[in-house]
């Protein structure tokens, strides 16, 4: 069979034991940007793509070799410097989101499953899920959503706040995993507080931003106070737990070095430990190598397909060498919510769960 009759059967890319065939079919050839060629960004350097190579007239292929567990995104454009200049795959059904106003397609290799976890349990949740609003900044007018979680027990319990709490809702089924995990006895009964972020002024908020640490002590801890019943901080130091991912990750990092009395577990997915092209290292990471060890307990992750592995590395080596409690795990994927929501379950696990895993 032809591989112009294959992708039109079989769809699009082909895969072939760990090869994944893009085909593109007509004159000529889109470029091909996605997961594994940093979506053609060049970071300083002249922006670039896979290039397709007619294989036969009318037909363009492009073989990539992945790991049997690897879930890809990727997209088509004519123009790299132009987001409107995308294209989605004709001969792909499969299309998701980025979160920033992009649909782009997906796919997964033989191997890949998604956690179970994110699937709401039969008769729905066991715990208890509100929205609040807190006025950010004071006396602005300007209201910010808060989702509260409280676990199905009497008892109080440590509560972990998460940034990006609207996109851990929707796209990350961070209620549902948890709820499921403590249904499961997988993990001691927690709280959350979830807090969605400033929009356009996201990555000043999550940037290592000292504003953002005294939002959460003076409104958000205070809201959440307010409505869960939590053990208390004062007789438990480090009991609660913060979460993020990309920028988000950076500010959990910072937030349980700087408030480690408080925050005592730290959840990072895909930090975004870049330097942004200043001359020194990230200031959390310079707090880690040069200030003094925190006693928090870290989970940290990123994936083999994106642009902040190599600084994520540079962290993890810090912490290590610095004598930091931090499990470290690389995934084959790229940076997206759904490689972070299928590693939840095991990241709660090392940081709440009951088995010591």
Do not use: C
């Amino acid at each position: 069979m032809s591989l112009k009759d294959r992708v039109k059967s079989e769809g699009n890319p082909i895969i072939e034991g760990n090869k994944a065939i893009f085909v593109w079919l007509g004159e000529d050839a889109p470029h091909l940007i996605g997961n594994f060629n940093g979506w053609g960004h060049g970071f300083g350097k002249p922006r670039h793509s896979a290039e397709l190579t007619e294989s036969e007239p009318g037909v363009w292929t492009h073989t990539i070799n992945l790991p049997d567990d690897a879930y890809i995104e990727y997209v088509y454009t004519t123009d790299l410097y132009d987001d409107e200049a995308r294209l989605l795959d004709p001969n792909n059904p499969h299309v998701i989101g980025d979160g920033i106003g992009h649909d782009q397609n997906f796919f997964a290799m033989p191997a890949f499953s998604e956690t179970p976890l994110a699937t709401p349990a039969q008769g729905g949740l066991k715990g208890t899920l509100t929205k609040h609003q807190l006025e950010l900044p004071p006396n602005s007018g300007t209201m910010r959503d808060v989702w509260l979680y409280a676990p199905p027990t009497d008892d109080p319990v440590p509560l972990m706040v998460n940034y990006d709490g609207n996109d851990y809702i929707d796209r990350g089924k961070l209620v549902e995993i948890v709820d499921n995990l403590i249904a499961a006895d997988d993990i001691e009964p927690i709280a959350l507080a979830m807090i969605a972020n400033a929009g356009e002024l996201r990555f000043l908020e999550y940037n290592t931003n000292e504003t953002t640490l005294i939002v959460i002590m003076q409104m958000l801890l205070p809201l959440a106070s307010q409505h869960l019943n939590l053990v208390d901080i004062q007789a438990n130091p480090g009991a609660y737990g913060i979460l993020g991912a990309s920028m988000g990750g950076l500010m959990a990092l910072y937030t349980g070095l700087g408030l480690p009395q408080i925050f005592g577990h730290v959840l990072s997915q895909s930090g975004a430990f870049e330097t942004f092209g200043l001359p020194v290292q990230n200031l959390a990471a310079s707090l880690v190598e040069f200030g003094p060890m925190q006693p928090i307990k870290i989970w940290q992750d990123a994936g083999q397909y994106e642009w902040l592995l190599e600084s994520n590395r540079h962290v993890h080596d810090l912490l290590v060498a610095k004598g930091y409690d931090v499990t470290y795990h690389e995934f084959n994927g790229g940076h997206n919510y759904t490689s972070w929501r299928n590693l939840l379950p095991k990241a709660l696990k090392v940081l709440y769960g009951k088995s010591g895993e």
